[in-house]
């Protein structure tokens, strides 16, 4: 079966601390998603982190200090208490269940996923961490879909799968395609790719050229992005890869490079993506952030994308939630 399945990480930052800037553009964002997914009637997998559906009063207390300093490096010579209490008012700092009210009461019918509770990396947290952090998240969503069947692994971090299962879940967003592996290069990387540039020229001239090399591949490249292959694995849920990087989590040097050369490279990839997925009766998986899209032209990019879908519908195109495709692969 053709099909193209959208999931979106369901935040307003990940950042430390998180910037006015990138939460102003997060919630702008969330909107506009909603919108130009209901112009073209496309469903997607929302995986809402559980502290952005709770408010100021109803942050969930940590299981242990470990909840809110897991995996932190820069934290592991600093005072445990302290970094709890940045924590915590990083955690308030990210609420906004209005946005996901105005998800729920959206005319698509999405699919309302987990992105856990608190962001810790699972591929850090012990198992214990990972079963109260996994039904934290669930608690936080409840008012919105108290059965949720998809979950997206902060940091695409895939570990404690079984906890997963018994929590429910069906599937979660695996790795295995060409980008394993990207969100922690990516996160390894020691400049913020949205909001950082390196100060030194030089560092800013080498980062720059990393960028637009990898813009470049996905915009020329001839093997496009990949199709996907969703499968059933040994804990029992679904692995539903992506097929790209999140499709517009591109640095601002290289999003001026490339306007000033007037192309749209990532509706251009993905458009072929998805051409690529009606020939050959498969999937592909894109995803992003809503703080990804910067400007207006990012938007109309992305529509472009959801114009092309909607056309191929008629070439027999679906489109499916995460949700949707462990129903299709467990059947
Ligand atoms: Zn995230």
């Known amino acids: ?5 959208v999931s979106v990480d369901a935040e307003l930052s990940n950042h430390r601390p998180p910037t006015e800037r990138a939460k102003r553009r997060a919630r702008y964002g969330w909107r506009r ?7 073209y009637d496309v469903p997607a997998t929302w995986a809402v982190v559980g502290r952005l559906c709770t408010t100021e009063d109803t942050i969930a207390p940590p299981a242990a200090e470990e909840w809110f300093t897991d995996g932190a490096t820069e934290s592991f010579d600093r005072d445990a208490a302290a970094v709890v209490g940045e924590r915590r008012a990083l955690a308030r700092d990210l609420t906004a269940p209005w946005l996901v009210d105005a998800l729920a009461e959206n005319p698509v019918e ?16 012990s198992r214990e961490l990972a079963v109260a952090d996994v039904e ?9 879909n108290p059965d949720p069947d998809s979950f997206v692994y902060p940091f695409n971090a895939v570990a404690h799968r079984d906890v997963l299962a018994e ?24 400049f913020h ?8 020229p030089k560092e800013l001239a080498g980062w720059a050229f990393d960028r637009l090399s990898e813009a470049v ?14 499968e059933l694995d040994d804990s029992g849920l679904v692995a539903v890869p992506s097929s790209l990087p999140s499709l517009y989590r591109m640095p601002v040097a290289v999003r001026s490079a490339l306007r000033d050369a007037g192309r749209y490279p990532l509706a251009r990839v993905a458009t072929r993506g998805v051409d690529r997925a009606v020939e050959r009766d498969r999937t592909i998986h894109l995803w992003f ?3 990804d899209f910067h400007t207006e032209r990012d938007f109309r990019s992305l529509e472009r994308v959801l114009e092309h879908v909607h056309r191929r519908r008629a070439n027999g195109l679906q489109v499916e939630t995460m949700a949707d495709v462990a129903v299709r692969v467990r059947s």
Do not use: K
């Open 167 to 190: 929590a429910g879940f069906t599937c979660y967003r695996g790795t295995a395609g060409p980008d394993a592996g990207q969100e922690s290069s990516v996160d390894r990387h020691p």
């Open 193 to 200: 790719p949205l909001e950082l540039v390196p100060e030194r």
């Open 289 to 291: 952030h809503p703080a």
């Open 1 to 5: 079966m053709a099909s193209v399945v």
């Open 110 to 125: 999405h699919d309302i996923g987990s992105h856990s509770y608190s962001h810790p990396r699972f591929t850090n947290v």
């Open 136 to 144: 934290a998240a669930t608690a936080a969503l409840e008012g919105w």
């Open 217 to 230: 591949t996905w915009t020329v490249g001839s093997s496009g992005p990949g199709l996907v292959e969703p």
């Open 33 to 39: 998603l909603l919108s130009l997914f209901e112009t």
